[in-house]
Structure formats: structure tokens, C-alpha cells
């Protein structure tokens, strides 16, 4: 799709009529990548050996879920089985490892099974930081996803969590753990010279993870003017709109002096950014307009196209497999639309059919 060769963007770039774009990898999977480079396979490793150990043997499973009732510590029932294309399942596997973290370690000494990770002080804190950065990490995958996320909100997304990590860096460093929960609650076993060798991995490993995204999302951070214009058009450079957005840049820039001094249109900005966009004059400001329309027409994700496929998997199950192309497509639109039908002012002008 995005080949630099043989792909649509390559075709696309070769062919001389073709008018000048912008092309950039889906936020989304860029942000899995990134999170990837929080490398801490002693953790994972022998987290999922005990998770699978206990979940795909099915006598194992009973017994385990036995135990965590005999305890009655209003513990959670279960843990999840990991699944690797499932992003979020990585972060509720070893946030419900910790807290089953006795319970596991009880039932490996039963099955006479030696884990001595269970017993590391150093790497229960490990788990307990990879636990926090995890949870940080869904919130912002979370915050990501939806249907009606325009790029400049996945772009301050990102961004806001680039400036989350200095954040919790410097709170590392100074032994504020107020961001880390679970590291602040498995910090209380250990002295305080261990915990401070520990602060100094962290914090490192933090400022690696900082640098990942400052990298991968390097080409948004220099068009980044140019996109959040859109949602904040008055307080915008005059100078922010460049090829391939606007065709003159001069006039672009004293249609962003006239905008700024619009005192009626900063009434209409309240109402939301679409809103807004809508009651800019093309007459009056035709180069601003087509650059706010080009920037609204982009899709920061393909989070809408997968979400279709994921509604497809539903609507033509093994139950519905006769349904036609048409049948298909028909319901797919039904699933996947914003719209709200009028149903009162369709039925206004049906007559009741009675039985006799």
C-alpha cells in the first residue's frame, strides 16, 4: 500500500501529473512500534512460561482458580491468556500477574516448578515498572483510537505523551514514584541502595523510550505547525501553511493576518473545529480553507478500515454465509454509520397495516 517502489505511494510519487501529498505511516502502528523498544524480555519471559503453564493445561487451570478462592482476598479469579496481536494484552496480562503475584507463586511451588524470579526482589520491581509503563502506554493507545479522531488530536497525543515521558524521567531521578503505583508498591521491600541502582535503569530506560518516539515521529514534529493550525487558527504562525497545503504561500499568509482579526468567527471556534471550518468563507478565504479541508480529509490512522473489517468478521459469520455482495455492503454501512435516522418522521406517512 505505502511500497516506496511498487506500492500506491510510490506509483503515485513516480507518475509527474500526479499533485504533490503528504504520506505517513498509521499513528497507531507507529505507536505499537515504539513501545516495543521497552525491552524487558527477563520480565516477559518467564511471565508468559507461567501463564501458559497454567492456562492451557486445563487440570492446571482448575486448581489455580481454586486457589485464588481458598485465599479469599478479593483477588481476580483468573489471568488472561497473552495474545501478541492483541495490543492492550500484554499490559492486563502482567497488571493481573502482579496482583495474582502470591497466588502464582504458591501454585509453582505446589507443581514443584522453580521460578526464582518469583523470590528477586530486583525483578518483582522490573515487573512492577514494565506493569506502570505498560498502562501508560494502552492509555495513550486508547486515546488514539476512534472514529472520529482527526489528525491533529492524535498529533497532540503523541506529543503530549512525548512530554509525559521528560516528566516521569525527572520524577525517577528525584525518587518520585507518584506516576508508578505498582513500582512505588514493590519499592517498600528493597533498601533504599538497591532502589537507587534501580532509579538510574529506569530512568534510562524511560529516556530510550522518549528518544523512540521523538525518532519515529520525527516527520510530524516538523509538518506539526502546519497541522494543529486547524484547531487553533488564531493563535497560528501567519507564515505555517507551505506547499503541498497551499499553491501561494504570500496570499496564504495575509489570508492567516485577515483570519486572525476575524473577531466573528472566534465565537464560531467554540462550537467545535469542523463547526467552525464550515462558517470560514471560501470567497474570503479561499488558500486558508483548502489547506483546513486537505488537513480534515486525512486520515491519522487505519483505524477506521480495520474497525470495518473487525464489524465484517460479525455481520458474515459461519450462520450468515448465503448473504450476496450487495447484502454485505448494505450492512456494512447500516453497522458502521454516524448517521441517526429520523425513524418518527419516516413512519409519519406509513399507514398502519390492521389486521381483520
Not at 493507545?141 to 512530554?163: I, R, T
Amino acid at each position: 500500500m505505502i511500497g516506496s517502489v511498487n506500492g500506491l505511494v510510490g506509483l503515485c510519487k513516480a507518475d509527474q501529473t500526479f499533485p504533490t501529498f503528504w504520506n505517513f505511516h498509521c499513528i497507531i502502528h507507529r505507536e505499537q512500534l515504539v513501545s516495543k523498544s521497552l525491552n524487558l524480555d527477563n520480565v516477559m519471559k518467564p511471565v508468559m512460561e507461567m501463564v501458559n503453564y497454567i492456562r492451557t493445561h486445563a487440570l492446571n487451570h482448575r486448581q489455580f482458580r481454586n486457589l485464588i478462592a481458598e485465599l479469599d482476598q478479593g483477588l481476580p479469579g483468573d489471568l488472561p491468556l497473552h495474545c501478541t496481536v492483541r495490543w492492550l494484552s500484554k499490559g492486563k496480562v502482567l497488571s493481573r500477574f502482579f496482583e495474582l503475584l502470591d497466588a502464582v507463586k504458591m501454585f509453582m511451588e505446589e507443581k514443584n516448578k522453580d521460578y526464582p524470579e518469583l523470590s528477586d526482589l530486583e525483578w518483582i520491581m522490573d515487573l512492577a515498572f514494565l506493569v506502570d509503563m505498560l498502562c501508560h502506554l494502552d492509555r495513550l493507545n486508547l486515546s488514539l483510537q476512534g472514529k472520529l479522531k482527526m489528525l491533529p488530536d492524535l498529533v497532540q497525543s503523541v506529543f503530549a505523551f512525548v512530554n509525559k515521558l521528560k516528566l516521569f524521567k525527572a520524577h525517577i531521578q528525584k525518587g518520585d514514584l507518584t506516576h508508578f503505583p505498582t513500582l512505588l508498591k514493590a519499592s517498600g521491600q528493597v533498601t533504599s541502595a538497591a532502589l537507587n541502582k534501580q532509579r538510574a535503569r529506569y530512568a534510562a530506560l524511560v529516556e530510550n523510550l522518549h528518544e523512540s518516539f521523538v525518532s519515529r515521529f520525527r516527520d510530524l514534529q516538523m509538518k506539526r505547525p502546519q497541522i494543529t493550525f486547524l484547531v487553533d487558527p488564531f493563535n497560528a504562525e501567519t507564515d505555517c501553511l507551505k506547499a503541498p497545503l497551499v499553491t501561494d504561500e504570500a496570499a496564504a499568509e495575509l489570508e492567516m493576518i485577515d483570519l486572525c482579526e476575524e473577531d466573528q468567527l472566534k465565537a464560531a471556534l467554540r462550537e467545535g473545529t469542523i463547526e467552525f471550518w464550515k462558517s470560514v468563507p471560501m470567497e474570503k478565504y479561499p488558500n486558508v480553507k483548502q489547506a483546513a479541508l486537505k488537513v480534515l480529509s486525512m486520515f491519522g490512522s487505519t483505524y477506521v478500515c480495520e474497525s470495518l473489517f473487525s464489524t465484517l468478521k460479525h455481520v458474515k459469520s459461519k450462520h450468515r454465509s448465503v448473504l450476496t455482495d450487495t447484502h454485505v455492503k448494505e450492512l456494512l454501512r447500516v453497522a458502521t454509520t454516524e448517521y441517526k435516522p429520523d425513524l418518527k418522521r419516516i413512519v409519519q406517512d406509513k399507514e398502519c397495516q390492521k389486521s381483520h
